[in-house]
């Protein structure tokens, strides 16, 4: 797919200058400008920040008022449930809310993780009747419930107390202003300007931090878990925390992670592109095709043994969920041929897998760059799971719809939504028509942080890019750009990957470099007589020898 090219240019002046005084090269000074890092103050809390940058809990709406409200349950001999959610960040905010707990002092606390399939997502009177069935009069929410208007009411006419702690977006009135439920307490960062853009496994960190102080420290292996899996941006609180917790991950003693690097494989070191491949997927798995509720106690097992059992069962559910996938996608791509794509793409089939639609509707969107929501009708009624490019806001565009709906809800970049069968063409149009008028150009955009000359590639470099880990999302791999490249001996390895060596024109360095999924590039290259290159540079290590290689992002013909 076509790409446009932006190269990110900041006044050289200024460039040199902050260089100068933050003690860094010129393309890492530029990166550090391009995510909004333009003093050497803010360049050394980003590649300094650790656990003592960590926000006050109490400075959360809402905080106190729960930590008050759990240590009168405690004082009192109340019985607490924990309502998470079935996907990672739920499980892992669950884990840590139930663990922060029992180390504050309650005797019981009990869980519930909600079924996709019985249940559907949120906080649902199913949770009300366990916990009265289980004698709890405290019900603390992780990663849902900012929306739980009807459900907080029930459990308050049942006698149960609620304190809701999420990250969603509430519902606002016709003045913008949040609407929260009837609960003791409601922390939500969304709630108020100023506060971090949290995951739900964060949140509870932020919860653990106000019960247990310090000790809370314990759960931040768990909090970049949920924090990397739902990709909120990685920067402030969350690099903190995703940071900090990557590195308690790969010291931890937690039987789950070992267990899950066991199975998978896995024995580099923890990176959040390396969790992306190998835990979270496994830990995504039951919640996608059965029940996560198992999920939660094997994160805190301390037995060695049920928790390499367990990660065995999760591996090979995973293997079933990457066989549906695959099957629903092929059958949806026949589907997009047969009824052809508009400036969205809304596709749908009978009983399709509703555990595997947010996955398939996140390829098309990447493949296709359209705004994209896959569904799966049963009887009259259809389910779906949607994913949107940077440029359109996707909640804000089914806020527009909710017309033609009976439930939504989620962000921007991802949403879930629920209507009648017989409105998905009415629906597919009607969201084409709001995508059309707020998308320009349906391309995406390679945004490349800084062009350099390839004799700047070194070893050096890629040890100081490597202080801006964690990446991911709001704080990608750096991307760098270089013109009129000589290219020397291409060929195409794997399956469809292509090797190739790149020398600055009219030069003698040359660095080798590869491009996965790249093949298709072979004839424009064999065409051009120098190309230009967007790449990542890292340190290949194969045999105890270590080379220079470019992870090719892009390639076209010199102008």
């Known amino acids: 797919m076509h790409r446009r090219w932006l190269i990110q240019r900041t006044n050289r002046e200024f460039i040199e200058h902050l260089s100068r005084q933050a003690g860094t090269s010129p393309a890492m000074t530029q990166i550090m400008v391009n995510r909004g890092l333009k003093s050497p103050e803010a360049v050394s809390a980003f590649l300094n920040a650790g656990p003592e940058l960590l926000s006050d809990p109490f400075s959360f709406r809402g905080m106190r008022e729960a930590v008050h409200a759990i240590s009168r349950a405690k004082s009192s001999g109340t019985t607490a449930l924990v309502h998470g959610d079935y996907d990672v960040d739920g499980i892992t905010s669950a884990a840590i809310t139930i663990d922060a707990l029992k180390k504050f002092g309650f005797r019981e606390v009990f869980y519930f993780i909600p079924n996709r399939f019985t249940h559907g997502y949120g906080f649902h009177a199913d949770a009300v009747t366990k916990a009265i069935g289980l004698g709890a009069g405290l019900i603390i929410t992780t990663d849902c419930g900012i929306t739980a208007f009807e459900t907080v009411k029930l459990a308050r006419q049942k006698g149960l107390e609620v304190i ?200 098309f969107c990447e493949e296709f760059y359209r705004p994209t929501i896959i569904l799966s009708i049963s009887g009259d009624i259809a389910r779906g799971s949607g994913r949107s490019i940077p440029d359109f806001d996707l909640y804000k565009g089914l806020k527009r719809l909710e017309h033609l709906l009976l439930g939504f809800g989620g962000h921007r970049q991802a949403a879930g939504v629920r209507l009648k069968a017989e409105l998905i063409k009415q629906f597919r149009d009607s969201l084409s028509e709001l995508v059309r008028e707020e998308v320009r150009e349906f391309m995406p955009s390679l945004r490349i942080d800084a062009d350099i000359s390839l004799r700047e590639v070194s070893f050096g470099m890629v040890k100081e890019f490597n202080q801006l880990e964690p990446f991911g999302f709001g704080n990608p791999e750096p991307l760098l750009g270089a013109k009129e490249l000589e290219v020397i001996a291409p060929r195409v390895v794997g399956n469809g990957h292509l090797k190739l060596k790149l020398r600055q024109k009219r030069g003698s360095f040359a660095v080798d470099a590869i491009g996965f999924d790249m093949a298709s590039a072979m004839k424009s290259i064999e065409e051009s007589v120098t190309v230009d290159a967007a790449f990542t540079p890292q340190i290949n290590e194969w045999e105890g020898v270590r080379t220079l290689q470019l992870n090719l992002k892009g390639l076209r013909p010199s102008i």
């Open 164 to 363: 809701v702690t999420d990250h969603h977006e509430p519902e606002r009135d016709a003045d913008g202003r949040p609407m929260v439920p009837d609960a003791l307490a409601v922390i939500d960062p969304k709630l108020r300007a100023g506060e971090p853009e949290l995951s739900g496994a964060g949140v509870a960190f932020k919860l653990a931090q106000a019960l247990l102080g310090d000790d809370a420290y314990r759960y931040m292996d768990l909090a970049a878990l949920g924090t990397i899996a739902d990709l909120v941006p990685l920067m402030e609180e969350n690099r903190i925390l995703a940071r900090e917790g990557l590195s308690v991950m790969e010291k931890s003693a937690r039987p789950a992670f070992r267990a899950l690097k066991e199975v998978s494989n896995t024995n580099r070191e923890m990176s959040s592109r390396l969790l992306c491949y190998t835990l979270i997927p496994r830990l995504n798995a039951p919640g996608r095709l059965e029940d996560a509720t198992d999920a939660v106690q094997f994160l805190l097992s301390e037995d060695e043994g049920y928790a390499l059992e367990a990660a065995k069962k999760l591996d090979a559910i995973n293997k079933e969920r990457q066989r549906l996938e695959e099957a629903l996608y092929l059958d949806a791509k026949r589907r997009l041929q047969e009824e052809g794509a508009d400036c969205a793409i809304v596709l749908s089939g009978p009983d399709w897998h509703k555990g595997v639609l947010g996955i398939v509707a996140s390829k």
